[in-house]
């Protein structure tokens, strides 16, 4: 079946930059997706690339995607304590989300 | 309104209890979604409500009992629960059906559910 897999953590340093990576294997995905969940929160839609998309950026966040590799990237820039969460990739595969297992983002002082 | 609000927040009950967890949204939204998520997972699909009528199940216990009374509001009733059913249940919903276009999901802060 189709799969999207993490890392499961990543520390980073506060100030310097996050970069959270994420491989798929669906390569008629026509949506990816990055979610945010704080301890003891629901998810929280972070933001999305169409397929036909290689770089989308928004404020400090930017995704890149390689589709030929499958790879797709979210860049935090300047990570502050509160990006402290787990962040989920997800691909739109048919009718539903295939997630991955979720990078848990740790900073550092 | 921008909002899915999940009550109850938290659920502890007992293996013979029946109980309802339930789910507002006010967007417009016609698709509405039912995950569960263990510690340190994934959420998992359990139902999709596209236009007030089931259109995914996904394989889920019998004692887990969805229902969608109108285009806002999404229920999932338990009954004769295990505790390993504990755990987070999320609400989510869409603006599109499900399937087509980006269908952004807004999921729900959860009721965290405990299962004596």
């Known amino acids: 079946g189709e799969d999207v897999e993490q890392s499961l953590f990543l520390s980073v340093r506060e100030g310097d930059s996050s970069v959270i990576n994420c491989t798929y294997t669906?390569?008629?995905?026509?949506?990816l997706y990055w979610y945010k969940q704080e301890p003891g929160a629901g998810l929280q839609l972070l933001t999305y690339?169409?397929?036909n998309m290689d770089m989308k950026q928004d404020q400090r966040l930017t995704v890149l995607l390689n589709k030929k590799d499958k790879h797709l990237s979210l860049r935090i820039a300047d990570t502050q304590t509160g990006d402290s969460a787990i962040y989920f990739c997800a691909e739109r595969s048919n009718y539903q989300l295939i997630w991955g297992a979720g990078t848990k983002l740790i900073i550092k002082p | 309104d921008t909002e899915v609000t999940q009550t109850p927040k938290h659920l502890v009950m007992g293996m013979t209890n029946k109980k309802s967890l339930k789910c507002e949204q006010h967007m417009g939204h016609r698709a509405m979604y039912w995950y569960k998520q263990k510690a340190k997972k994934p959420p998992e699909l359990m139902f999709v409500?596209?236009?007030?009528?089931?259109?995914i199940n996904e394989s889920v216990p019998s004692r887990f009992s969805p229902e969608c009374p109108n285009s806002s509001l999404l229920n999932l009733h338990l009954h004769a629960l295990q505790p390993e059913d504990s755990a987070l249940y999320l609400c989510a919903s869409s603006q599109d059906r499900a399937g087509s276009g980006a269908n952004v999901l807004t999921f729900g802060a959860g009721s965290r559910l405990t299962v004596l």
């Open positions: 669906d390569s008629s995905s026509t949506y």
């Open positions: 690339i169409f397929s």
């Open positions: 409500y596209s236009y007030e009528k089931l259109s």
